[in-house]
């Protein structure tokens, strides 16, 4: 700990953390991690040259002056750090995790608390053993709420992350087929994210609870949680709600204390609807006015290709690539199939962390596409191009095939949903869509 108060000083007045050469700026504290294919240590030279005010390292090879500050672990002082400054912060921290949803969750909560606070949230995706710390050390003095997302791909992790994060509040949005391999399967999802209950009990800690969620509900009873703030679409809850409409975009009732109100949001795909109560739960908790929570909500607009629906030169496309997995794909087929257009296209790539249930899981997904009955079907990716020879769509190997066809077939005049796991990188199809 007196090492960790040390680099403290120092980061109170070097408020900004760089760990890429590529983005030092002036003043900032280096931390030289370590990777599979790398050791930031060998760049710590560079990174005071360019203008790094510290940088710790712990290979005492590179202790070229008093500007290095060499610990047992880079990593775990980085970690370390964080935990310190949370500690230091009299502040809610809504900690949020789940297999579907997390980000666009967060952001909508986010929209929607900045309407009255001085608010943080989790940049783009940060929210692994890296991602975590630096977002909460990106939390500033004027800070009044942050939202801290936190992501899992195996047991322990969250328990972990939520060690560092503090939270006084919590969020599971959903429970899904994600990261089987890493977790062990569907009841390994279930136990690792439940870890965030878990610690929210031992903390005295608040959780929102999606009444409508089985899962969900029958993970808060075996954590014994204390202290719940139920929502859903109906029953003994703080918010409730009903969605209006679907196409293209959500609008929905809710109501609080016999009073309803309306709004129209930005957000395409009903999956979404569950994400936008939690976000009106949690901003009518922390006092917003109805006004206030609805004009967040119908300010967000999606820009992280979740649920983003792009309109091109010829089409209306779903961008919904950022990642996926049998879940959040089935959810989005069910949406595509229930949305009006004359002509639908579905365009899939392979899910990833799927381990032993990889083929199955697929194959499932291929089925209800088919099943669907969209226009054109096309599937690519490995797992996908196995199913070739049982399914009736186009099958692809990688997206770059896929990209020749769709440049020789031109899609026009159709409602097209574009998603698969990150690796896949579908956003490289969008210029021919």
Known sequence: MPQTKLIYQHYLTHRTICTDTRNISEGCLFFALKGENFDANTFAEKALNQGAAFAVIDNPEYLINDQCILVDDVL?????????????????????????????????????????YQTFATIGNLNNHIGVPLSVLSIKDETEIAVIEMGANHQKE??????IALPTHGLITNIGMAHLDGFGGFEGVKKGKAELFDYLRQADGIAFINVDNAFIVEMSEAAGLDKMICYGAGGDVLISGKLLQSDPVLSLRWTKESASYEVKTQLTGAYNFENILAAISIGSFFGLTPEQVNNGLANYSPKNNRSQLTKTEHNTVICDFYNANPSSM????NNLAAMEAANKVAIIGDMFELG???????????????????????????????????????FFSTPKEAMYWLENNVVKDSLV????????????LLPAL
């Open 76 to 116: 775990s002082a980085l970690q370390n750090l964080a935990r310190y400054h949370r500690k230091q912060l009299n502040i809610p921290v809504i900690g949020l995790t789940g297999s579907n949803g997390k980000t666009t969750t967060k952001e909508l909560v986010n929209a929607v608390l900045a309407e009255k």
């Open 158 to 163: 969250i328990a972990f992350l939520c060690d």
């Open 330 to 333: 089935s959810a989005a087929l």
């Open 356 to 394: 032993q249930e990889a083929a199955e899981q697929h194959e499932k997904i291929a089925t209800q596409a088919e099943q669907a009955g969209f226009k054109t079907l096309i599937l690519i990716g490995k797992y996908f191009y196995a199913l070739k020879e049982s399914h009736n769509a186009l």
């Open 417 to 428: 949903l574009l998603k698969g796991s990150r690796g896949m990188a579908l956003e490289q």
